[in-house]
């Protein structure tokens, strides 16, 4: 039994993170792509969805999409699409504050739990690694230079929306438990 917990658990997980992370690296930048196509609609002329590292503006990044329009998209246009990704990831907050309701009828559902708890919890891992990126080219300061609101205040938002979610989650827990 030793050899579950030490070594295999581990490695599903290890497992389970990168899939994850490719998983919500793709939905990140589809969500910017469904908002493209519908703010831009006809004008939207190319784009390119890149799901790898790669370097953009002279930074290294891991996944971004790029286009061109026919007409130029205004200040509130860009604001939608840069904010796109994140709509996602507070829905995924959501998500993951329900995940203690798949232990109520016991540990036997304990695998769907950890499914879906950790496919929600990634996506609010993705939220937080948005939260904590200073680059002047990020979703969120885009969004902030765009609509005039201060980064900080964007940032405090989304703090408040990912640690109250995880503290409603660990309390459900703990009841639950």
Known sequence: ???????????????????????????????????????????LVSYKVRLYRHELHGEWVPASLTWDTSRHLSYKEVAFIAI?????????????????????????????????????????????????????????????HCTGTPVWEVKTYGWFTVGTRILVCAFFLVLII
């Open 84 to 144: 796109a990704p994140h709509v996602v990831e507070f829905f995924a907050c959501i998500a993951f504050m329900a995940s203690p309701l798949f232990l109520l009828g016991g540990l036997d559902t304990y695998p769907l739990f950890f499914c879906w708890a950790s496919f929600w919890f990634s996506g609010i891992v993705d939220l937080m690694a948005a939260l904590v990126c200073g680059s002047v080219h990020s979703d969120l300061y885009v969004y902030s």
């Open 1 to 43: 039994m030793w050899l579950l917990y030490i070594v295999l658990l581990p490695a599903v997980i290890v497992a389970v993170s990168v899939v994850y992370d490719f998983l919500w690296r793709a939905i990140h930048e589809y969500s910017h792509l469904g908002a493209l196509k519908f703010v831009a609609g006809k004008d």
